[in-house]
């Protein structure tokens, strides 16, 4: 059923918990799984225009990606990794159109409305902006 997972990561303790439930659900569907990370910090919105090849955010991204996708690995499971840069919600979307994932699975931060309207919720602005089922999972509460 879900041949092919995107998971959105954020590079946040939420990871954890989004990671530990579709490293179960790709088990049983036997998915190969696309870790996907949005550098939207000051260097990557404007690496063009900064004349950037590399940042410290973005090399500390790519590490963060090949961290994730080495203990996916370890586990048996397909994995690559996208670090795309900008506005996360674009990106993802464009990244999930050009990778047609079967689930775009995610943590939510479980922000309310104030929050959410403040800051702007990446769930929530894809599930209704993408055809695609999309699994959110509240991430644990920090310890």
Avoid at 11 to 35: C, G, Q, Y
Avoid at 42 to 60: C, F, P, Q, V, Y
Avoid at 95 to 113: N, V
């Amino acid at each position: 059923m879900y041949k092919t997972i995107m998971v959105p990561l954020d590079n946040s303790p939420a990871d954890r918990t989004i990671l530990a439930h579709v490293r179960e659900l790709a088990r049983l569907m036997k998915s190969r799984l696309i870790l996907i990370h949005v550098a939207d910090g000051h260097a990557a919105r404007n690496k063009e225009s900064l004349n950037l090849d590399d940042s410290e955010e973005i090399r500390g991204d790519r590490e963060y990606l090949e961290t994730c996708r080495s203990d996916l690995a370890a586990d048996g499971f397909e994995v690559r990794v996208l670090l795309e840069m900008g506005d996360p919600v674009a990106e993802i979307l464009a990244a999930a159109g050009r990778e047609q994932p079967d689930l775009i699975a995610m943590a939510t931060h479980g922000h309310r409305f104030i929050k959410d309207t403040i800051l702007g919720s990446v769930a929530s602005s894809l599930r209704h902006r993408t055809g695609i089922p999309i699994l959110m999972i509240r991430a644990a509460a920090p310890s």
